[in-house]
């Protein structure tokens, strides 16, 4: 399985407009790859929170409708990072879509885990509240965002339905960038599952983003690894290793905790 990881550079003076072109020029470049992904909130900056409810769009608005004619001229299964999407009903929310290769939406997941504390996304959008998986021909994604890479539990629910590979696209700071590493290779180990996480480049709001985009197979080990700029990494991995790993050292089947709900005394 061939996966492109583009670390797309989220720059002040760029119009969304422009971002939307040259992000759906870079997936249609990935023509070949099997899996393409982009990282969170590209069009406005993970960072740039004035701009969320100004950049806000429907789920099927311009950036659904590129994305999806990017997927299908690249005939690639296209995570297309994560865009901020006004409800008509409700919140704005941090939100996730997968396209098939023909151009249809196969998935969408909306940010469960908003991050800001007491300002910023945790208080200007939404959570989401479903934990989402999509079936490929050759393996089962999971998917996360950015700040839900700091809480295991949720990639274990995923593992739980039946996820192989986990995608985490991000808009990460660079000053936590050793977090980032790290936990992306924590999350492969203790799920037996590849990591797939996609970062920004450039500075959002004033605030360095960390890059170094990086796929994880289920030992842990780095299979590849962005730098600091806007660049495309592609890697080629074996989707059948996480069965096999599964098997020779079979960790998850001794799990004890969080299988039942604890027995009342």
């Known amino acids: 399985m061939r996966a492109s990881v583009i670390q797309i550079a989220v720059d002040e003076g760029e119009s969304v407009e422009s971002r939307r072109r040259r992000a759906a020029s870079m997936v249609r470049d990935q023509a070949g790859a099997d ?9 406005t900056g993970a960072f740039a929170y004035e701009e969320f409810g100004q950049e806000a769009e429907p789920l099927e608005g311009p950036t659904y409708e590129a994305m999806a004619k990017a997927a299908s001229d690249a005939g690639a299964w296209l995570h297309a990072g994560s865009i901020p999407e006004r409800d008509p009903d409700g919140p704005l929310y941090n939100t996730s879509l997968v396209f098939s290769p023909s151009g ?3 998935a969408v997941y909306r940010k469960i885990h908003r991050f800001g504390f007491d300002k910023g996304e945790a208080v200007l959008m939404g959570a989401g509240a479903e934990l989402v998986t999509v079936r490929l021909p050759a393996t089962t994604l999971g998917l996360g965002t950015c700040y839900d890479l700091r809480f295991p539990e949720l990639f274990r629910g995923l593992v739980d339905a039946g996820a192989e590979t986990l995608v985490v696209p991000a808009g990460w700071p660079e000053r936590r960038r050793s977090h980032w590493t790290l936990l992306a290779q924590a999350r492969a180990v203790e799920n037996q599952s590849f990591v797939v996480a996609c970062g920004t480049a450039g500075t959002h709001a004033g ?16 299979l590849a690894e962005a730098g600091a700029g806007e660049e495309v990494l592609t890697v080629e991995f074996d989707p059948g290793k996480v069965a096999t790993t599964r098997e020779q ?17």
Do not use: C, M, N, Y
């Open 35 to 43: 899996l393409v992904v982009l990282p969170e909130l590209w069009t």
């Open 104 to 106: 249809d939406l196969a």
């Open 207 to 222: 605030v360095p983003q960390a890059g170094h985009s990086i796929v994880v197979d289920p030992w842990g080990e780095v």
């Open 249 to 265: 050292f079979p960790a998850l089947k001794d799990r004890v905790l969080g299988l039942q709900p604890p027995r009342r005394p």
